[in-house]
């Protein structure tokens, strides 16, 4: 089922007024990151995306602790990354500021209890799309593809070479990811869970474990860091496609305008230039987009 | 039930590992905090000072404060202590140092207490016929003690069990950890999961419980 | 059984000087409880200490086997200084019998436990050996058939007795009472003194600590009088009942004896 979209004269003019409001203010806010236009959509009654252009606001759970992805830097107000520049812009597509979006740290562990009970609208926190979430919570995307890498102490680098060398070495990755269960069921790793990357990277300087495993954007970031004694080895071993989480699974309308609104940033160039602003900074090249899942 | 036969590999392994670090810290904080109350009721004012010393410092530190010095602080000077031989790897013999360093500070404060309810005639009576101080408090006081000090010292236990969760963010694949996990790789509800996990911490305190209370009565009766 | 096996073999002969205070002070806080105290018991001497309460008795008596440290002067024990706080000071507590106030019997453990643990655990006899003489000495004080009874089980008089066959089991060089009869119903006081007269007539060394002014008449060789942290008055118990030389004694002995 497809809805119409009539643009009113109204809308017209919330779009120019908002769009002169983003030139004047554009030094202050989203500077560092892409332009984000604002402009109400029409939708059907009763339809979430309805509820919340209607609200004005909208509360979306994003990582705080992952460079380039979704991150909160001490002391900043709101969190960076290329998570939160798809924030704003599907904010931005139900007519809602990117000051009025309410920002929440869900780690990999609360990402399905807090869209199913409503602390958060939205899910976009380096999301992996897969079967069992999708039985419990709805993921629209993927938006962005990333695969597992291994991080090791670069004296390690020829031995651990690639997954197949994980076999009863200790890999350090974040409680309950999906990477860490990856290696674990895959490749026979030892499993060492601590509750942030930080924290594995630690223990690989410690020598208490022999490699952190994760999606590679997150590693090159860390070795970035310490690039005399930490390196990302091996090719991506995983696809992990970075889905929108939303609640219940059964919308159908909500999914097909989140994948209508990736695809959009894609063409608008709005995706390139959030990416370049975000993971782009780490040196890796812009990838290309991936395509959108069917909706259920 | 397929939900239960799916969860329980998680389950049992999490729980194996969930109850080798109770019962090593368990043993290992009672000794040391057995030690550490004979301190701080000694006569000896330096072994008085460290015992109160000891207690402050560690009863007033966070669980998370301690596990973050010792795991990440011990490696870095070279203490990377496994103990191979009932197949503990480093993680797991770190959160065991963490957690009994940590309980034993209660330990102690639950057995002092305890102390503190035997008539002080009682340990007169026992230096008078000549016995020494550690005769005095093994023989005479810390019996007596013992019952007063069910109560507290099984709160103590209940919250070491509870804490040994702690070490699913340090390394250890204890049964919290093994929550996150089954939350991955199971189709099963969190709700479902979540009950899994909680009813297997149930049973733990409710074993400590019932023997606390196994305890009491038959020390009641032996009056 | 005689009488006689109560009394250690230690009492006999030797130097005559059993227990020494050579200028014992001792304050509590601002308190001077003990006011440069010189004494001397010989073997097998009954002292009893008479005097006001709060007069310094008990912590005269509780210096002794150092139950209170002092602040200044020395104690001797059969020649030897008692040693600080340790093994030492354990040694020498067990050649020192005490009976206390409040009984203080082990509550955890029977009468006959109460009666063998210190010859087991600080004399290291064998099992058997300490409850066949603890047997003895509960028969000797008359409570042998309440041998396997937890002592609340029973009467304060037989508790205290109890207590008495408890230090005596350690073989004491002196034996020290601090007001063994005051937490007793009055009916129940006889029955121990008639044990502690009865020790004393066996020659035992003794420090009494009692407002009983019967015991000290019958029993006692010399009666201390003490008030105000120090000893007032000492002499025979005849000469002191009848004919006491200082005011506070005859203070005393004029309100306690009018009744």
């Given at each position: 089922m497809r809805f119409v979209r009539t643009k009113t004269l109204a809308t017209a003019g919330v779009v120019a007024l908002s769009m002169a409001l983003a030139a004047c203010g554009g030094d202050e806010s989203g500077g560092d990151g892409a332009e984000v236009e604002v402009e109400e959509g029409d939708f059907p009654e009763g339809s979430q995306m309805a509820e919340f252009q209607e609200a004005g606001e909208i509360t979306i759970g994003v990582k705080f602790?992952?460079?380039?992805i979704g991150f909160q830097q001490p002391g900043e107000d709101t969190p960076t990354g290329f998570d939160i520049e798809i924030g704003e812009y599907v904010a931005g597509k139900l007519g809602?500021?990117?000051?009025?979006i309410g920002w929440r740290e869900t780690v990999s562990d609360n990402r399905e209890p807090f869209l199913e009970n409503g602390t958060v609208d939205l899910v976009i926190a380096s999301y992996t799309i897969n079967e069992e979430r999708r039985a419990i919570v709805g993921q629209a995307g993927p938006y962005y593809t990333t695969g597992q890498q291994i991080l090791v102490r670069e004296e390690d680098a020829e031995t651990i070479?690639?997954?197949?060398?994980?076999?009863e070495v200790s890999v350090c990755s974040v409680t309950g990811s999906t990477s860490l269960e990856n290696v674990v069921r895959d490749y026979g790793a030892e499993p060492a869970p601590f509750d942030t990357y930080s924290a594995c990277v630690r223990q690989l300087q410690n020598e208490t474990v022999d490699a952190v495993t994760t999606d590679g954007a997150i590693l090159l970031g860390y070795a970035a860091q310490d690039p005399d004694n930490l390196e990302v080895v091996g090719e991506e071993f995983s696809e992990e496609p970075y889905g929108i989480g939303y609640y219940p699974n059964d919308d159908t309308e909500m999914c097909e305008f989140l994948n209508e609104t990736i695809q959009q940033s894609i063409d608008d160039g709005y995706w390139a230039e959030g990416f370049e602003a975000t993971l782009g900074q780490s040196g890796i090249e812009t990838p290309d987009p991936p395509e959108q899942d069917p909706c259920p | 039930m397929s939900t239960l036969a799916e969860m329980w590999p998680f389950l049992r392994a999490g729980f194996t590992n969930t109850l080798v670090l109770l019962a090593l810290s368990l043993v290992l904080s009672t000794i040391l905090g057995t030690v550490l109350a004979s301190m701080r009721v000694s006569p000896v004012l330096p072994l008085r000072a460290f015992g109160t010393s000891y207690v402050n410092i560690f009863r007033n530190t966070p669980l998370v404060v301690m596990f973050i010095l010792i795991v990440e602080g011990f490696p870095p000077v070279d203490?990377?202590?496994?103990?191979?031989a009932i197949g503990l790897n480093t993680f797991e013999t770190l959160a065991v140092f963490a957690l009994t360093i940590y309980t034993a500070a209660f330990v102690c404060e639950a057995l002092r207490s305890g102390v503190n309810t035997v008539d002080p005639g009682q340990a007169e009576a026992a230096r008078a016929v000549g016995m020494t101080f550690t005769q005095t408090l093994s023989v005479i006081v810390l019996p007596q003690a013992f019952r007063a000090v069910i109560p507290p010292l099984a709160s103590v236990y209940i919250a070491l069990t509870k804490n040994t969760s702690v070490a699913a963010a340090f390394g250890v694949v204890e049964a919290t950890a093994q929550l996150s996990r089954m939350n991955e790789q199971t189709v099963a509800g969190t709700g479902v999961l979540f009950f899994g996990i909680a009813a297997g911490y149930v049973v733990i305190v409710w074993v400590i419980s019932g023997i606390a209370a196994f305890l009491e009565r038959q020390v009641a009766t032996a009056r | 059984m005689t009488e006689a096996a109560l009394v250690p073999k230690s009492a006999e002969g030797g130097d005559s000087a059993l227990v020494v205070l050579d200028g014992v002070n001792k304050w509590f806080g601002d308190l001077h409880?003990?006011?440069?105290i010189n004494l001397t018991i010989s073997r097998g001497e009954v002292a009893v200490v008479i005097g006001p309460?709060?007069?310094?008795k008990s912590t005269f008596c509780r210096t002794i086997n150092r139950l209170e440290p002092i602040d200044q002067g020395e104690i001797r024990l059969d020649g030897k200084p008692l040693p600080a706080e340790g093994k030492g000071l354990a040694r020498l507590r067990a050649d020192v019998g005490m009976v206390f106030q409040a009984f203080?019997?082990?509550?955890?453990?029977?009468v006959l436990q109460n009666v063998t643990l210190g010859p087991i655990?600080?004399?290291?006899?064998?099992e058997q050996d300490a409850s066949e003489r603890a047997q003895q000495l509960l028969d000797r004080v008359g409570v042998?058939?309440?041998?396997?009874?937890?002592?609340?089980?029973?009467s304060g008089g037989q508790q205290q007795r109890v207590a008495i066959a408890r230090a005596l089991a350690m073989e004491p060089k002196v034996m020290l009472f601090d007001?063994?009869?005051?937490?007793?119903d009055p009916e129940m006081i006889k029955e121990v003194l008639d044990v502690m007269v009865d020790l004393a007539k066996g020659g035992m060394t003794m420090v009494v600590v009692t407002h009983e002014m019967g015991f000290a008449r019958t029993a006692a060789n010399r009666v201390l009088f003490m008030a105000d942290g120090q000893i007032v008055e000492e002499a025979t118990p005849n000469e002191f009942f009848?004919?006491?030389?200082s005011d506070r004694a005859k203070d005393f002995l004029g309100k306690i004896l009018k009744h």
């Open positions: 602790d992952q460079p380039g809602i500021e990117p000051e009025n070479d690639g997954p197949d060398k994980l076999s | 203490i990377r202590p496994n103990i191979e | 409880v003990l006011q440069n309460s709060g007069g310094g203080n019997l082990f509550a955890h453990k029977t655990k600080v004399r290291g006899k064998r042998a058939d309440q041998a396997h009874k937890y002592p609340a089980q029973l007001e063994p009869t005051s937490a007793l009848t004919n006491p030389k």
